[in-house]
């Protein structure tokens, strides 16, 4: 019975990778007891935009196998590692950037983390926006200072489930930061190699606006799996966007995808929806997937003031569910870019 169901399982296919779990080394478990099986598959992340698909095609394909009456499905999840793991421990480095200030790249570069973490994932955030951190106070923790530990490592801070990195937490408050190129590519380099990060699934970069020096640094230094932009729908801020899109292609990054935020603002009294900026602009960057659109929302401004990310003071809110889909879109789309660079013998 066992070698039937494997048998059939090699007809199911992963929606989003494109091969049969068996193959893909998904299939963890199987277990028979009579004409009772349960199957164990072990998600490439816990993440996984696509567990109610994978659970009906492998519930069905299951059934279909003579003399078996019941399925059930067990979910595991481990995070596969690319084939140069960018640091120690740390599976996957992903860019948060966008082409022009003010667009909302450090919310939806906190609400992501804080998605990715709630569903289970390991994840770090390191705030490489020097010139305007604003990841600690975002978290809450603006007045907490990094300390090393007895090798001489920078401990990130934790708060709402995610290891983190800020300026901020280095440099007195209100104090501008006047540096130089070198000076910020030092940085960068500590933040992520000085760094005691621990095991991480997602290493989750917020990025300065623009095209500049730590965007430079970064793609030099590191093997990253990949950037996201954020944009809002608004031709000026379009043209920025693209602009940072051609550097990351110039530097070899590959796009994981773009997040348009200030989608549309949704009228709580009346229900109205108002398009304020334009809202379907992020499809007209190319030929690179849109994870989601993020409405307007006063809870992601006054959460992110009040230092809890909306995604968990107001889970129920219309954009921390647009952006817990967003994370779990990027989840899935890491997954493919990963998995895509792997020769089959090492997937299993
Ligand atoms: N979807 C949203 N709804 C309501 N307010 C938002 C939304 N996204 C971001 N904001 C607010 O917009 C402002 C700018 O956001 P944020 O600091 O995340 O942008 P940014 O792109 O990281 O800026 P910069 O790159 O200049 O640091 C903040 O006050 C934030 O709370």
């Known amino acids: 019975m066992r070698e039937a169901v494997l048998e059939v399982l090699r007809s199911v296919n992963d929606p989003e990778l494109h091969r049969d779990l068996v193959s893909l080394g998904m299939i963890e478990r199987i277990d028979v ?34 003399g078996v009456e019941s399925v059930t499905v067990e979910f595991g999840a481990q995070v596969r590692m690319p084939s140069t793991p960018p640091m120690p421990g740390v599976k996957n480095v992903l860019l948060i950037g966008s082409g022009k200030g003010g667009v909302g790249k450090s919310s939806v570069a906190v609400n992501i983390a804080c998605a990715l973490a709630q569903s289970g994932a390991s994840v770090g955030l390191m705030d490489a ?61 500590q933040f992520l190699k000085d760094a005691a990060w621990g095991e991480l699934d997602y290493l989750i970069v917020d990025l300065p606006p623009g095209t500049g020096d730590v965007q430079l640094s970064l793609t030099q230094s590191v093997q990253v799996t990949g950037a996201v932009i954020v944009t809002t729908p608004q031709d000026v801020a379009l043209i920025d966007a693209a602009r940072a899109i051609d550097m990351f292609r110039k530097a070899n990054v590959p796009i ?43 809870d992601v401004r006054q959460d992110a003031d009040n230092g809890t990310p909306a995604v968990i003071s107001h889970p129920q809110a219309a954009a921390s569910i647009a952006l817990r889909q967003i994370a779990q879109n990027l989840a899935g789309r890491v997954s493919v870019q990963t998995l895509t660079e792997l020769p089959m013998a090492q997937l299993a």
Request: with cysteine.
């Open 33 to 66: 007891a009579g004409s009772d099986i349960t199957v164990k598959v072990n998600l490439t992340t816990p993440a996984c935009p696509l567990k109610a698909t994978i659970e009906r095609d492998v519930r069905e394909a299951v059934m279909s196998v003579t």
């Open 129 to 189: 926006d020097v010139y305007g951190p604003s990841v600690a106070h975002m978290l809450g923790k603006s007045s907490a200072k990094l300390t090393g530990n007895a090798e001489r490592k920078m401990m990130p801070l934790e708060a709402h489930g995610i290891r983190f990195i800020s300026m901020a937490n280095l440099s007195p408050a209100g104090q501008a930061l006047v540096w130089r190129g070198p000076m910020l590519h030092s940085a960068i380099q």
């Open 256 to 298: 994981l995808g773009i997040i348009e935020n200030m989608s549309y603002f949704e009228a709580p009294d009346t229900g109205h929806i108002y398009d304020l900026f334009g809202r379907g602009g992020a499809s007209k960057l190319g030929n690179y997937p849109v994870l989601g659109e993020v409405p307007l929302d006063t």
